[in-house]
């Protein structure tokens, strides 16, 4: 079982340039998420999704979509790549209990944009 | 919305030593749920110990245990028995019940150290 996994684990942009983060779960969570963690800091939720062909905003969109085609799958994709998106980039799924079980963590992606 | 505030950046402990980390929430719901997570170097997020509000007693896990006050809206974490394994920054999350998206709020977290 591979829980949640996340590609690249390290990229490193220039600034304008786009780039798709994969995320896949093999779990059949329901939920998945894209959190941006700056460093020293704590977890900021960019997107989420309830299902399959469902998408919202998080607190910091701007910069960056998502798609769900696909219960396993869950892209985010930066276009125009700014130094204030230079981050790690965390991907996490959930069951509908998230209060009983929490999320499941991918490994992070670091992106560095120069 | 919901803030979670971690006021503890960086803290050391000796191993086998006890050590307390806290975090404070600010909200309006009475229904909602409490999280603490560890992330080690290895970068990885993992679950450590969950409470729900409508639940008086303090969630223990192990080593771990919350010291859960609502009406203070706060939430320690006490490690018991420190193990260098320990070392990892520690994440405070917050969730509404009845949230739509299960969406968890997460304060700036705090570095643990434990000393040989």
């Known amino acids: 079982?591979?829980?949640?996994?996340?590609?690249?684990?390290?990229?490193?942009?220039?600034?304008?340039?786009?780039?798709?983060?994969?995320?896949?779960?093999?779990?059949?969570?329901?939920?998945?998420?894209?959190?941006?963690?700056?460093?020293?800091?704590?977890?900021?939720?960019?997107y989420y999704?309830?299902?399959?062909?469902?998408?919202?905003?998080?607190?910091?969109?701007?910069?960056?979509?998502?798609?769900?085609?696909?219960?396993?799958?869950?892209?985010?994709r930066l276009e125009l790549a700014a130094p204030s998106q230079t981050s790690v980039y965390f991907c996490a799924s959930s069951k509908i209990q998230v209060q009983i079980y929490g999320y499941t963590f991918g490994s992070g992606t670091r992106l560095t944009v120069v | 919305a919901q803030t979670v505030t971690q006021s503890q950046p960086e803290m050391s402990v000796q191993e086998a030593e006890t050590v307390t980390?806290?975090?404070?929430?600010?909200?309006?719901?009475?229904?909602?749920?409490l999280f603490w997570y560890k992330q080690p170097p290895s970068r990885q997020m993992i679950l450590v110990i969950r409470q729900e509000a409508y639940k008086q007693q303090n969630a223990t896990e192990n080593r771990f245990s919350v010291n859960f006050q609502k009406a203070a809206k706060s939430f320690s974490l006490k490690i018991s028995d420190s193990q260098l394994g320990d070392t990892a920054m520690y994440f405070c999350a917050f969730m509404k019940h009845l949230n739509a998206g299960?969406?968890?709020?997460?304060?700036?977290?705090?570095?643990?150290?434990?000393k040989p």
């Open chain 2, 102 to 114: 299960n969406m968890l709020t997460f304060g700036g977290g705090t570095r643990l150290m434990v």
């Open chain 1, 49 to 76: 999704s309830v299902g399959a062909g469902i998408t919202d905003k998080g607190e910091v969109p701007n910069g960056y979509n998502v798609s769900r085609s696909t219960t396993e799958d869950f892209p985010l």
């Open chain 2, 21 to 33: 980390l806290s975090c404070t929430y600010d909200t309006s719901e009475n229904n909602y749920y």
């Open chain 1, 1 to 46: 079982n591979a829980g949640v996994t996340q590609t690249p684990k390290f990229r490193i942009l220039k600034i304008g340039q786009s780039m798709t983060l994969q995320c896949t779960q093999d779990m059949n969570h329901n939920y998945m998420y894209w959190y941006r963690q700056d460093p020293g800091m704590g977890l900021k939720l960019i």
